[in-house]
């Protein structure tokens, strides 16, 4: 089992910046990478971006490259997700989540996932 807590979600305004953080705790020895997911008001759950816990491989979703940036404290099992320069279309509950295996991108890749934190974007 994963346990995973999120935290650094809140209400923001359009052009500001916002760290969230997920702490990961129990077999995380088992997973290969992490993932942030989104979910807007009314839509799917989307993919944000993931990295691997060996070797630090990232992918980012189209709509956050060059705004958002993931990382990871292995020392801490830990992972990151920056958001800069933050848009309304932004809003949503943003999901941690663990994946045993690749590819990352893939939402049912993941076993675990985080309880969720919500950001919002005001214009």
């Known amino acids: 089992q994963v346990q995973l807590v999120e935290s650094g979600g809140g209400l923001v305004q359009a052009g500001g910046s916002l760290r969230l953080s997920c702490a990961a705790s129990g077999r995380t020895s088992s997973q290969n990478a992490m993932g942030w997911f989104r979910q807007p008001p009314g839509k799917d759950r989307e993919f944000v971006a993931g990295?691997?816990?060996?070797?630090?491989?990232?992918s980012y979703a189209e709509s956050v490259k060059g705004r958002f940036t993931i990382s990871r404290d292995n020392a801490k099992n830990t992972v990151y997700l920056q958001m800069n320069s933050l848009k309304p279309e932004d809003t949503a509950v943003y999901y941690c989540?663990?994946?045993?295996?690749?590819?990352?991108?893939?939402?049912?890749?993941?076993?675990?996932w985080g309880q969720g934190t919500r950001v919002t974007v005001s214009s």
């Open positions: 989540a663990a994946a045993p295996r690749p590819p990352m991108v893939v939402t049912t890749t993941y076993d675990y």
């Open positions: 990295i691997s816990w060996v070797g630090g491989i990232t």
